[in-house]
Structure formats: C-alpha cells, structure tokens
C-alpha cells in the first residue's frame, strides 16, 4: 500500500510508546485560485510554526486553492483548478516545505483522479514526502465533486491522527468511528462561520468591517466573537474533543474567501474539551500546544469509550438511511424573489 493512502485500522498502541508532541494551527486569508501565493504563505506560516518548537503544523480547507469561490466554477473550471495527489506540483511543494522546516504540514485543495473524479482533499506530508490524504465526506461547494468513501487513520510521530473536513464534524458518528478507529488527534480544517443559517444570530459579516479592521478592531471582533462566529464553535467543537477522548485541532480560514468573511479562531482542544492554544489575531496567525499521551486517558471519555454496550443501538446506528444535505446559505431564499 502506499504510503499516501494509509488507512489504520487495528488497534492503536499503548499510549505510554507515544511521547508528547508539539502541534500548530494556522490560519491566513487565502486568494481564491492564486496556488503560488497560498503555498507562499503555508511556507512562511510553517516557518514560524518551526519557530515555536511545532512538529507538525496544519492549515484549512483549500488552503491552496481557496474555497468559496468554487461555487460558481464549471466542471472544466474544477477540472483545470485541482491536481492529481501525490505527484501534483502543489503536494510536491508541500514536501518541500515539509523539507525545508523539518515540519510536517496538512493542506487542503481540490484533486482529481485519473478517471476524472473531483473531491475535496486534505494531505499531510512529511520531509520523506506523502503521509496521507482524506476525501471530504460531505463536500458541497460544488456539484461537480465526488463525495469520499472512507475513513483514514495513519501514524504520525508515533501517534494515531484522523482527519475530517468541515461539515463531516458536524455529522458525529464521523468523529466517533474516526475515534474507535484508533485515532487520539483529528484534524479538523474548516472554512466555516459567519454564513446565515436557520440558527439564532447566524449571519454573513459585512465585508467593510474587515477591510476598516485596523481602525476599528472592536466592531469586527464583536461580530467574530458573537453567534454568527466563535460563540457558535463554542457549542459543539469542544464537545466533540470531550465525548470521544481526543485532540482536536480546529484550522480555519480568516479575512476575505470570495465574497465572505470569515473569522479565523484556529484552535487546538485536548481531550478534556480546554481550549490549549488559539489563533487571535485578525490576520494571519500561528498558535501552537503541546499533545500529551496521558490526557487519553485521563479524560472521560475514555470511560465513556469503555462503557458503550453496541448491541443497545447497534441496528438503530446501522439502521438504512437515505442522505439529504442542506447547507442553508447555498440555498435559495424561500421569502426571496
């Protein structure tokens, strides 16, 4: 098998084989479809990850190829935007960038297989080159990508890392089968918040408040802090990091993706659900923590991992289910012309 496509699934090793282990979130405001420029910035954010002692350090969804903006692109559009994994020039790059720090890096961007598939993908590279890659689940930006088909686990600095993009945390059975397959950190990339939503207080954030935030930093932190941003994270990514008993490494896009605005708050959580490090500035920033094995399992959930009796809900979780995914800001407004 090769080692980009890695998929662990027998059972994880003793946690006192793992040594502790320094990670960093990124977060910077991409350009939609400028490659060059993105892998520039993922190259000196990493940099500055080395800086803080950072063994690995992991960057949003489509951080190189930006993300919004492929609503409105064509399947040729799509087509010409991604790239084969691993042998595209962006991974390679990535390698390189891996190389140069000593750091192992997650990206996100768009891929295309040689069957002319288009996914959602997230890589990790190392300086020895391909780790992993993980389809997104649940893709939507566009209706041209496929939807992928498998969880992956792989080994990194001795420890069990998962990954799931964005709206695939949101549907929880995701993170509790990533978890049961041995993982202890899942990266989750996102490019989310400050979108409406049927929820109380969703909504986009006027562009001009980011473009004035220098002169007026507190009208734009009131809006990224409050329940159109970090108010509504604060509801449930915690909880996914607590219920399961493992690290979460939250990475999120900040500044303008497209037409919108989002709001950074790039984030690591231990298995407790406390926040250890997080990304606060208004532009493009790097918070890095320490992962320590014990906390696996100090923390209750993995009591709670112990305790599950399956053969209660067994059928009911397995029972047949047809999909229906809505993303509310992508639909047509039913008071709308």
């Known amino acids: 098998m090769q080692r980009c496509f890695v998929q662990l699934q027998h059972k994880t090793s003793e946690n006192g084989d793992v040594k502790n282990l320094q990670i960093a979130t990124a977060q910077f405001e991409h350009r939609s479809g400028d490659k060059l420029y993105n892998l520039g910035l993922i190259r000196s954010l990493t940099k500055k990850a080395a800086a803080l002692g950072a063994q690995v350090v992991a960057f949003h969804e489509c951080s190189i190829t930006g993300y919004t903006f492929a609503r409105h692109l064509s399947r040729e559009q799509m087509v010409n935007l991604a790239e084969t994994i691993p042998d595209g020039e ?38 020895h080159g391909p780790v992993a890659r993980f389809r997104k689940l649940h893709p939507f930006i566009n209706p041209h990508l496929t939807p992928g088909d498998e969880y992956v686990v792989f080994d990194l600095h001795g420890w069990k890392c998962g990954i799931l993009v964005c709206y695939d945390n949101n549907v929880i059975e995701n993170v509790r089968a990533t978890v049961l397959l041995g993982a202890q950190i899942i990266f989750m990339p996102h490019v989310t918040m400050c979108t409406p939503s049927t929820r109380p207080g969703a909504g986009f954030v006027d562009p001009a408040l980011w473009l004035n935030r220098k002169e007026d930093p507190t009208s734009l932190r009131l809006e990224f802090s409050g329940m159109k941003g970090r108010a509504w994270l604060m509801k449930w990514l915690p909880a996914r990091a607590y219920d399961n008993g493992v690290y979460v490494v939250f990475s999120n896009a900040i500044g303008m993706d497209d037409d919108q605005v989002k709001n950074g708050c790039s984030m690591i959580i231990d298995p407790f659900g406390d926040i250890l490090a997080e990304c606060t500035e208004l532009g493009d920033d790097v918070a890095a923590a320490l992962c320590a094995p014990a906390k696996l399992t100090q923390a209750g959930g993995h009591r709670y991992l112990q305790a599950r009796r399956p053969e209660l809900y067994r059928d009911i979780i397995g029972k047949e289910h047809e999909a229906e995914q809505h993303v509310v800001w992508l639909e047509p407004d039913p008071n709308g012309p």
């Not at 390679?92 to 997650?106: H, K, M, N, P, T």
């Not at 891929?111 to 959602?120: M, S």
């Open 90 to 127: 962006s991974v390679q790059e990535l390698v390189r960038i891996a190389r140069d720090s000593g750091v192992a890096v997650l990206a996100g961007l768009f891929e295309k297989d040689a069957d002319g598939r288009l996914y959602k993908a997230y890589v990790c590279v190392d300086r």
